[in-house]
């Protein structure tokens, strides 16, 4: 499982990376709602969109009978500045 977990990774930072550089805040979030839509369309995932708002609710069918697992995440943004700042070691 960890070797299918590795193939991906870099896509896993990738789709992370693009979220965090365009954020929507609440009940606004429509281009990210459409990009987690064409990543479940790209993958052939059945799923529900405009799920109370913007919400997206995708299904994975096991191969085995057993418990079902739910997960849920929010995908807003809160309407403020980030005053991080970056370090950038000589």
């Given amino acids: 499982m960890t070797e299918k ?3 991906i990774f870099e896509d896993m930072i990738a789709i992370r ?3 965090h550089m365009h954020p929507e805040i609440s ?3 429509t281009k990210t709602a459409q990009y987690i839509q064409n990543f479940y369309i790209n993958l052939v995932i059945p799923f529900q969109a405009n799920v109370v708002g913007n919400g997206v609710v995708a299904s994975v069918k096991g191969a ?3 418990k ?3 997960l849920r995440a929010n ?5 403020i ?3 991080k ?4 070691a000589n």
Avoid at 75 to 79: G, K, M, R, T
Avoid at 85 to 88: C, K, S
């Fill in 5 to 7: 977990l590795d193939n």
């Fill in 75 to 79: 995908f807003d943004a809160l309407p």
């Fill in 64 to 66: 085995l009978p057993g």
């Fill in 17 to 19: 990376r693009y979220l």
């Fill in 27 to 29: 009940f606004k979030e």
């Fill in 68 to 70: 079902t697992v739910a």
């Fill in 81 to 83: 500045q980030d005053e």
């Fill in 85 to 88: 700042t970056i370090q950038i």
